[in-house]
């Protein structure tokens, strides 16, 4: 689990944050199927479809800033947070934030196992 954190947090690149994202999942799936409460396999299969949904939602919002992020595809974070973006797209975000936020509000069952 520490190697995920400190690849998602050492990253310079978009791809390589979405990849030590997901490696930090796995372990906390298999501590919540085996060390989990009364019913840790529920949540364990509520957490890994409700993490994997969400995981689509992130690659796609990944690559599409990769490839509206400057002229030239790129992931690197740096030549991302220089661009400007329109204030649609900005929007676009914030309702995917919100999304997100509901989303795990719904996962309550995983937290109080």
Same mark, same amino acid.
């Given at each position: 689990?520490?190697?995920?954190?400190?690849?998602?947090?050492?990253?310079?690149?978009?791809?390589?944050?979405?990849?030590?994202?997901? $490696?930090? *999942? !796995?372990? +906390?799936?298999? %501590?919540?199927?085996?060390?989990?409460?009364?019913?840790? /396999?529920?949540?364990? #299969?509520?957490?890994?479809?409700?993490?994997?949904?969400?995981?689509? $939602?992130? *690659? !796609?919002? +990944?690559?599409? %800033?990769?490839?509206?992020?400057?002229?030239?595809?790129? /992931?690197?974070?740096? #030549?991302?947070?220089?661009?400007?973006?329109?204030?649609?797209?900005?929007?676009?975000?914030?309702?995917?934030?919100?999304?997100?936020?509901?989303?795990?509000?719904?996962?309550?069952?995983?937290?109080?196992?």
């Amino acid at each position: 689990m520490y190697s995920g954190q400190i690849g998602s947090f050492s990253s310079r690149d978009l791809l390589l944050f979405f990849i030590m994202w997901e $490696f930090e *999942l !796995i372990p +906390v799936y298999l %501590l919540l199927s085996m060390w989990g409460g009364k019913k840790r /396999l529920y949540s364990a #299969t509520k957490f890994i479809l409700y993490t994997a949904g969400g995981s689509v $939602f992130l *690659l !796609i919002g +990944v690559l599409g %800033l990769g490839l509206y992020g400057s002229n030239e595809p790129t /992931l690197n974070f740096e #030549t991302l947070a220089n661009q400007s973006y329109p204030v649609a797209l900005e929007i676009i975000f914030y309702i995917g934030f919100l999304i997100a936020f509901v989303l795990h509000l719904l996962c309550e069952s995983v937290q109080f196992s």
